[in-house]
């Protein structure tokens, strides 16, 4: 497996459990205006996680580094993709975010709308790269 498609599923993977356990204790969390310390506390926890998973998973792959590991025009071009469509992803959900929810939402709500977009459009773009490294690019 290339490193950039090690990476991928890494990051993919640690997206979908951190986000998935953050989103759902937000869930279970009755929001009053004591909670807000909590729900900072989580978003805290959740990116000093992820922070942590995309630490690890970078020095793992400098220590195992091979000169054959080189990118080629196809890791670019699967990368190029993805990234694409993941800014789509993140444009849709920053124009909710930013025209559409303050104007019936506010404080926390507003900021766990935008971190959602941002965990998608993440989660689509290693997505994509994995898919695009298993199936192949499709114009």
């Not at 356990?21 to 000093?48: E, H, K, N, Q, W």
Request: aromatic share 8%.
């Amino acid at each position: 497996m290339l490193p950039n498609e090690r990476f991928a599923r890494v990051w993919l993977s640690a997206l979908i459990v951190i986000f998935g356990a953050y989103f759902s204790t937000l869930a279970l969390v009755r929001p009053d205006a004591s909670s807000i310390a909590l729900r900072i506390g989580l978003l805290a926890a959740a990116l000093g996680a992820l922070g942590l998973v995309a630490g690890g998973t970078w020095l793992a792959q400098r220590w195992r580094r091979r000169p054959d590991d080189a990118e080629d025009e196809r890791d670019r071009a699967i990368e190029h993709k993805a990234s694409a469509v993941a800014y789509r992803v993140l444009m849709v959900g920053m124009i909710l975010v930013g025209c559409v929810m303050p104007f019936d939402k506010q404080g926390m709500d507003i900021v766990n709308a935008a971190v959602f977009a941002i965990a998608l459009a993440e989660v689509v773009r290693h997505g994509l790269i994995v898919v695009g490294y298993r199936r192949g690019l499709r114009a």
